[in-house]
């Protein structure tokens, strides 16, 4: 597996590495509109942050006060004063802090909630195409880690944004206030700020892009190399040790990325503690000046307080410009989100969906043509009538769109053109959930959920009475091996239903199907070779249903065949023979070939295993 191409989930398309994403309005808005419901809540965030930052400030100020009037005029009452002031007020700004933090971190984790509510409600209604074309690494990641960042961005970049730019505002009013030609000295080295933020914060998009890729890689490694089937593989092929370098490898590339990133803020942080120290410099010659020979008013305090607030405004200039590229990031995860959630859902209901009130079962499929992709045709100008209580086998060589016929009855996708009709109704103008129920499908891959029988069985009908649900397993040959495990129905199925034979999953899955009680039975017979007692059970289980109930059935072996009303013959998306058993095999074409190859075949094998 180290050599197939390993498909990471980017963050962000190469384009975008290139230009960072676009910052348009309709983005923003869209945000918002996710904002909106808790514009309340917002409103008192945005106060709590506006008092805490203004709060925070006080104590520098006070600081101004405690030198002028408290320990250059000796004045030790006023002194204690200032100082039990200053503390209530840090104290004040530190609870307002923590209540800000619940409120942020409650609207952010009910933003996040109603996200992964409305993506996962999407991703349901999703086509299966949706889930075929896409890497499930890519869904996943979606859903968890891209929706955890929009809460991170609710909790930490916006809230970052606003207290900075608060603090910045404020720090810079009571620096004008104090005095103007100090605030102006200070706030002129400001933008020397600019230019290593910039070449940095470029570096940092680079490299942050670089490890995030790096760290998709790694989640599809893990994801294929760590999964049921994918650990078979490697353990078949000898590959654990291959594995193991690949990853390691990959591993070390993110190791240096990770140094290669902190090294670029620590030489940041050099650069700028260097030009941050400049400023107080610079006030304390200019305000010294100023003090000794043109302002006798301007005070020790005040000359100190300037040089704090200078300290306080520099942080969240060097804060935003920092946060620029968490910005940018933050974004491109909504954007994100919003990719999937802009995917039209390709199969739903009309507008007014039709439910029938009484249900026979015929299906019918006139010209029916279907491809996944244009450039290639599946199926053509596909027409039979399968009447209710009547049961139709289709049989053809392996490719030739057995299973793509099966797949447009409960809409699974959708005919190119054509129509298929459920009791002369064209499916897809009836509603959805109605037509899924009258049908009853048992894929070739079963695929059973990890916890009991019994829980995989309810999954049909979960009101099941206990009656019910034996009857469903007895006639489908399953009873007897569940009522030997010693937990009986609670027997735990495995990752998968990986602790069952393919056998035994067959037939569970055939019970699950009986116990929907759908109007139509559609069997995709398994190929995979099951020995001869376990062909036998599925067999038996099997044939009384179609003499029973409207089926159609992919079949590949002979007794099935001999069991349906009619034959479909389909040979490259093309039905080229139908009818029954005798007159098909006397024809000399496709089925003959068929019946010769496969299923004679298959008949002696069993004659032999007997
Ligand atoms: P088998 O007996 O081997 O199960 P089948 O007759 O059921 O085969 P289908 O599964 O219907 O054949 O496939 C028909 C053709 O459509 C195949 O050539 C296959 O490669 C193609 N195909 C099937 N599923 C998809 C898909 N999701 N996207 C694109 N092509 C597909």
């Known amino acids: 597996m180290s050599q197939r191409a390993t498909r990471g989930n980017r963050y962000l398309s190469d384009e975008e590495i290139k230009n960072k994403p676009k910052v348009t309005k309709e983005l923003l808005v869209r945000i918002l509109g996710y904002l909106k419901p808790y514009a309340l809540q917002m409103t008192l965030v945005l106060i709590l942050i506006g008092l805490s930052s203004v709060l925070g400030l006080l104590p520098t100020i006070i600081t101004g006060r405690m030198i002028d009037e408290g320990l250059i005029q000796q004045n030790l009452p006023m002194l204690i004063k200032l100082i039990f002031l200053s503390l209530i007020v840090t104290l004040g700004a530190q609870l307002i802090g923590v209540l800000q933090n619940y409120l942020n971190s409650w609207i952010a984790q009910h933003i996040t909630f109603d996200m992964r509510n409305q993506m996962y409600r999407h991703l349901q209604k999703m086509s299966h195409r949706f889930f075929t074309t896409n890497s499930q ?22 809230t970052s944004i606003l207290s900075n730019s608060i603090t910045l505002v404020a720090a810079l009013i009571a620096m004008f206030q104090k005095n103007v030609v100090l605030a102006l000295v200070g706030i002129v080295i400001v933008p020397l700020f600019m230019i290593p933020t910039k070449k940095v914060g470029k570096t940092r998009w680079e490299i942050t892009n670089e490890s995030q890729k790096c760290q998709d890689e790694i989640n599809g490694i893990l994801n294929e190399t760590l999964s049921v089937s994918g650990q078979l593989l490697v353990k078949l092929f000898n590959k654990e040790e291959e594995e193991a370098l690949h990853y390691e490898q990959i591993n070390k590339k993110m190791v240096s990325l990770n140094l290669k ?10 650069v700028l503690s260097t030009v941050a120290t400049v400023g107080p410099m610079l006030i304390y010659l200019v305000g010294g000046v100023l003090m000794m020979k043109y302002d006798a008013s301007l005070t020790v305090g005040d000359i100190t307080v300037l040089v704090s607030l200078l300290g306080k405004m520099y942080s969240p200039v060097n804060s935003l410009l920092n946060l620029s590229v968490d910005w940018i990031r933050s974004l491109s995860l909504f954007q994100r989100l919003f990719d999937y959630f802009d995917m039209e859902v390709e199969i739903k209901n009309q507008e007014h969906p039709v439910v029938l009130d009484h249900v026979e079962g015929g299906i019918e499929f006139k010209n029916v043509c279907f491809h996944y992709e244009p450039e290639r045709q599946i199926l053509k100008d596909i027409s039979f009538d399968l009447t209710p209580g009547k049961s139709i086998a289709i049989v053809g060589p392996s490719g030739s769109g057995k299973s793509t016929i099966i797949n447009l009855i409960p809409r699974i996708y959708d005919v190119i053109s054509g129509e298929v009709c459920f009791d002369g ?8 959930a109605f037509l899924r129920t009258q049908i009853g499908l048992v894929s070739q891959e079963t695929y059973l959920f990890n916890g009991t029988v019994l829980e995989n069985l309810k999954y049909a009908n979960p009101k099941a009475t206990e009656e019910m649900i034996v009857e469903a397993c007895k006639k489908a040959n399953i009873h007897d091996f569940i009522s030997r495990q010693p937990e009986g129905y609670n027997t735990m199925v495995g990752n998968r239903g990986l602790k069952l034979s393919g056998g035994e999953k067959q037939r569970l899955s055939i019970a699950r199907v009986l116990l929907k009680d759908p109007a139509i039975l559609i069997f995709d017979e398994a190929t995979s070779s099951l020995d001869s007692i376990s062909e036998d059970l599925i067999q038996s289980a099997i044939d009384p249903l179609i003499e029973t109930k409207t089926s159609i059935i992919i079949a590949h072996r002979l007794s099935t065949v001999l069991a349906c009303d009619e034959i479909l013959v389909l040979k490259e998306g093309t039905i080229v023979e139908r009818g029954q058993h005798d007159e098909l095999v006397k024809l000399g074409g496709t089925y003959t070939e068929l019946y010769e190859t496969q299923f004679k075949r298959a008949l002696e094998k069993m004659n032999a295993e007997e």
């Open 137 to 158: 690494g890519d869904i996943i990641t979606r859903m968890t880690s891209d929706i955890s960042g929009v809460q991170s961005i609710i909790t930490n970049t916006m």
């Open 261 to 270: 990133e902190s090294m670029a803020g620590r030489w940041f942080r050099l």
């Open 425 to 432: 109704v064209d499916v897809r103008q009836l509603d959805l």
